[in-house]
């Protein structure tokens, strides 16, 4: 694996993981809604080739964003697994290191959580990345 290849790996996980908390948000916002619709169809429906009301046509859709989400979520847990498998060969702290900067924060934030400043967090992600690219996958 290229030293290319880790950060493409890392960064893909960061970004399925905002994915996955921006859909999480949003669903959150709207499942009262689906709730209310859907109690106002009467319950399940199948779609037919009729002209469908605004109330179904908002549930279909909020049924569509829980079926993307659940895809998300199985891609975030698939790029995890493959990050866990890719770590499992590193020290401790620089396991949490990673898990931290797949999570999005900073080395600042990094380095209050573990105790080290943030030159030793920026040092420490160098050597992650030549210990990365070095494991075979």
Known sequence: MT??????????????????????QEIEQRREELLSVKSAIGGE???SSEKLSMPERVYFSLEKLYTQYSDVCQRLHDKRGEIEQAI??????????VRAWINGKTEEQIGTTVGYSRPTIARYKRRILVKLTH???
């Open 3 to 24: 030293t290319q290849e880790v950060k493409d790996m890392i960064q893909s996980a960061k970004s399925i993981e905002r994915e996955s908390v921006r859909m999480q």
């Open 45 to 47: 429906r199948v779609m």
């Open 88 to 97: 499992s060969t590193l020290d401790p702290i620089e396991q949490e290191i």
């Open 135 to 137: 494991c075979k996958s």
